[in-house]
Nanobody
Framework: QVQVEESGGGLVQAGGSLRLSCTASGNIFEIDSMAWYRQAPGNQRELVAHIRPRGMKVYGDSVKGRFTISEVDAKNTVYLQMNSLKPEDTAVYSC????????????????WGQGTLVTVSS
């Protein structure tokens, strides 16, 4: 089994910054990708940022130029640096990790964290 834990959420004023972290642990052969999604009340969940180890980074249109996803480090942790935060960034941010369980596993299994709340006041 794999556990995914996020941290770093909180309350910040508009224009401020926060850094979220996501760590995957447990039975991991290899991480195929890690991603951040967010969901605000009444809205659909949307992609914030996605990365594959040693691969391309993808960002949602609403966060391009303001948010940065880090590389996956040796502790299976990825960070989301959020700058120039806006009230519309308020949401629960959740981490999705796709884990390969062996050398012949080509599709992987998705694991979600419980989410961390980010609130941006105006």
């Amino acid at each position: 089994q794999v556990q995914v834990e996020e941290s770093g959420g909180g309350l910040v004023q508009a224009g401020g910054s926060l850094r979220l972290s996501c760590t995957a642990s447990g039975n991991i052969f290899e991480i195929d990708s890690m991603a951040w999604y967010r969901q605000a009340p009444g809205n659909q969940r949307e992609l914030v940022a996605h990365i594959r180890p040693r691969g391309m980074k993808v960002y949602g249109d609403s966060v391009k130029g303001r948010f940065t996803i880090s590389e996956v480090d040796a502790k299976n942790t990825v960070y989301l640096q959020m700058n120039s935060l806006k009230p519309e960034d308020t949401a629960v941010y959740s981490c999705l990790v796709n884990v390969l369980d062996g050398p012949t596993d080509y599709s992987g299994t998705n694991y979600w964290g419980q989410g961390t709340l980010v609130t941006v006041s105006s």
